[in-house]
């Protein structure tokens, strides 16, 4: 008979002393408190006290915003020119100089022309056959600050189709309803009829497309007017790429309309375009920094 083994005794109680003592949980952290929205950041359009500070500033713009086109490569020869009203002279424009590349222009190279195409100040030419169109433009826009004009790739492709930008994306919307398409040729040697022609196309609208020719964008503000140039240029290779991928479908009428108003002012416009500028200012599309060229003014601070 197998003898069986006696079960182990049980181990003896743990007394409670030897129990560690509960770790009183941490007392949950303040809820952040928001910061007031009258202490954030947000940056405006500036004032000016004088109309000599409003031109330095406009001319800084000026020349900022050709070397941030000429950083795009929206430069093509001695083609493309912005203009700037300048604040105290009405009747007379901030032109960039003929023959100079945008990636290399400053505020002290910028030539004053006046209605007539004349260099009242600046010792460089001007492409006359441009300025007249910008010339016009201005004229019959007291509003507008700022004409862009420069012969981009898929401009030139929209405008050799003859078409508007469609309401295809929302950044499209705000162009809808608010351009026009001037339906014939412009020729290189523009006389003050045509220039009329394409004033009265414009009316008081944004921008237009100039078929066979390229894209022109006004603004209040020379930041305004650049910025909806850089739009409808990518809005116009959005609708190419669209096109050629297959059928696209525009955003209705309602919905384009209510993005326009939200996305289509000249203030959404010039914050839009303070991000490029401070790339710009930061040296990230300022060009070649020599010793001594912040004094002579070469690059942007």
């Given amino acids: ?78 083609s493309g020119h912005i203009t700037a009203r300048d604040p105290e002279l009405a009747d007379c424009f901030w032109v960039n100089p003929f023959g100079l590349p945008f990636s290399l222009v400053t505020p002290a190279d910028l030539v004053l022309v006046n209605a007539r195409g004349h260099v009242v100040e600046g010792r460089r030419h001007i492409n006359q056959a441009a300025f007249a169109v910008h010339a016009g433009v201005h004229l019959a826009r007291p509003d507008t600050v700022a004409v862009v004009h420069t012969h981009t790739v898929h401009g030139r492709a ?61 603004g209040g503000s020379v930041d305004a007017a650049v910025w909806w140039f850089l739009s409808m240029e990518r809005c116009a290779q959005v609708q190419l790429t669209a096109r050629a991928a297959g059928k696209p479908v525009p955003i209705g009428h309602r919905d384009a309309v209510a993005t326009r108003e939200q996305l289509g002012t000249d203030l959404v416009a010039w914050i839009s375009f303070q991000p490029l500028w401070r790339a710009l200012t930061a040296g990230a599309g300022g060009g070649h920094r020599g010793e001594g060229d912040a004094e002579k003014g070469h690059y942007f601070r």
């Fill in 158 to 218: 929209l405008a050799a189709l003859g078409e508007l930008v469609e309401p295809l994306t929302q950044e499209a919307c705000a162009f809808y309803q608010d351009h026009a398409l001037v339906n014939t040729y412009t020729r290189v040697a523009v006389d003050e009829a045509e220039s009329r022609r394409i004033a009265t196309a414009l009316g008081p609208r944004k921008a237009l497309v100039l078929r066979n020719h390229g894209l022109l964008t006004v």
């Fill in 1 to 78: 008979m197998t003898q069986q083994t006696p079960a182990p005794p049980p181990p003896p109680p743990v007394p409670a002393s030897a129990h560690p003592a509960p770790v009183p949980s941490a007392p949950a952290p303040p809820a952040p408190v928001p910061v007031p929205v009258e202490e954030l950041g947000f940056e405006l359009p500036p004032v000016h006290d004088s109309p000599a500070a409003e031109r330095a500033h406009r001319k800084e713009r000026l020349a900022g915003a050709l070397r941030i086109l000429g950083g795009y490569g929206y430069e093509d020869g001695v």
